[in-house]
């Protein structure tokens, strides 16, 4: 069977892409299935170069087709911050993910409602010799201030999808694998790989 290496070491993020890819005929690996273990330097001025990144160095130390994918919270009432910086939001190398939506909350405290808000996710795919291949994906929602369900990760309990009016932690896997931003890069990605792999 045909592999292809999701190149990120994030559970939540694995599970998502997981679900997301479970139709395609292909073996999806992972770096800890290899005894792969790469620190890539995130240091692109875009999404789409950090994903490249890490798919192309995931790519050429395992030889094999690999995903990966890098993401952001942009909150307008904050020019777009976290942005880039979503994972790195507090110069705390301990920082947890808590740590960093308290923290976006108290930035968040002296400006007007509603925080309107989007994630946006990049997904790169490459071969060991090959290209880079990219899909995006985006969804949009405001931020509250009180955390609310205990699925998904990051920013998902302040980050609200208001025509449902609930969070992406109070979705379940099926519902937030058609509305979240990774869900739908990974649809937009759907044609590349479905070629790659044919």
């Not at 892409?17 to 479970?22: E, G, P, V």
């Not at 979503?86 to 509603?114: G, I, M, V």
């Not at 989007?118 to 949009?140: K, L, T, Y």
């Not at 009180?146 to 992406?168: A, N, V, W």
Request: negative net charge; aromatic residues 6%.
């Amino acid at each position: 069977m045909k592999e292809l290496l999701i190149a990120t070491n994030n559970q939540g993020k694995v599970e998502e892409i997981r679900d997301l890819l479970k139709d395609l005929e292909i073996k999806l690996v992972m770096p800890a299935d290899i005894g792969l273990k790469l620190d890539v330097v995130e240091d692109g001025s875009t999404y789409a170069e950090n994903a490249g990144k890490k798919a192309v160095a995931f790519a050429q130390a395992s030889r094999l087709v690999s995903l990966a994918d890098d993401s952001g919270l942009e909150v307008d009432a904050l020019d777009g911050a976290p942005g880039l910086y979503s994972a790195r939001y507090l110069p705390n190398p301990k920082a947890t993910d808590a740590d960093r939506r308290a923290y976006l909350l108290q930035n968040l405290q002296d400006k007007q409602r509603p925080w309107t808000a989007h994630f946006h996710a990049s997904i790169a795919i490459a071969g060991p010799d090959g290209p880079v291949r990219f899909a995006e994906g985006q969804c949009h929602g405001h931020i509250i201030p009180e955390e609310r369900g205990t699925g998904g990760f990051g920013y998902d309990p302040i980050f609200l999808f208001p025509d449902l009016g609930r969070t992406m932690a109070e979705l379940g896997m099926d519902e937030k694998n058609r509305l979240s931003h990774r869900a739908l890069a990974i649809l937009n990605a759907m044609p590349i790989l479905k070629e790659i792999f044919a």
